[in-house]
């Protein structure tokens, strides 16, 4: 919708809509001027480092390696997701090692009781 132009001194109209910090209608994103948006890969490298570690660890590489090329923020997200996932992969693959030792210590006997 578009209103007639009014003369500089001229108070504006009670229809017409103040002028947005946004820029133009039509783009969406942040305030015109403060760069890109987040990388949407580095928010799901964290979440997934709590859901699934090794997603994480995949989702934040791929997230590096798009903001170094896109210069969109979420670098510390990417890096969480990271660490918290390299952190979470071993901690499960120490837990499924303990696992399968406890499982085949307490399998197996001496031969004493049993005969």
């Known amino acids: 919708m578009s209103y ?3 003369e500089p001194d ?5 229809y017409e809509p103040p002028p947005s910090p946004y820029g133009p209608p039509g783009q969406y994103g942040s305030p015109a001027g403060q760069g890109r948006g987040t990388n949407i890969l580095a ?3 964290l979440v997934f480092a709590f859901a699934f570690a090794p997603a994480g660890i995949v989702l934040g590489h791929v997230a ?3 903001i170094r090329r896109t210069g969109e923020h979420g670098d510390q997200l990417a890096t969480w997701g990271l660490i918290l996932g390299y952190v979470f992969t071993v901690i499960g693959l120490i ?5 399968i030792g406890l499982v085949f210590w307490g399998g197996s006997t001496d031969g004493s009781s049993y005969h």
Not at 10 to 14: A, F, L, Q, R, Y
Not at 95 to 99: F, K, L, Q, R, T
């Open 4 to 6: 007639p132009p009014r």
């Open 10 to 14: 001229e108070p504006p109209s009670p």
């Open 43 to 45: 928010v799901l490298s």
């Open 64 to 66: 590096k390696r798009q």
């Open 95 to 99: 837990a499924c090692c303990g696992w």
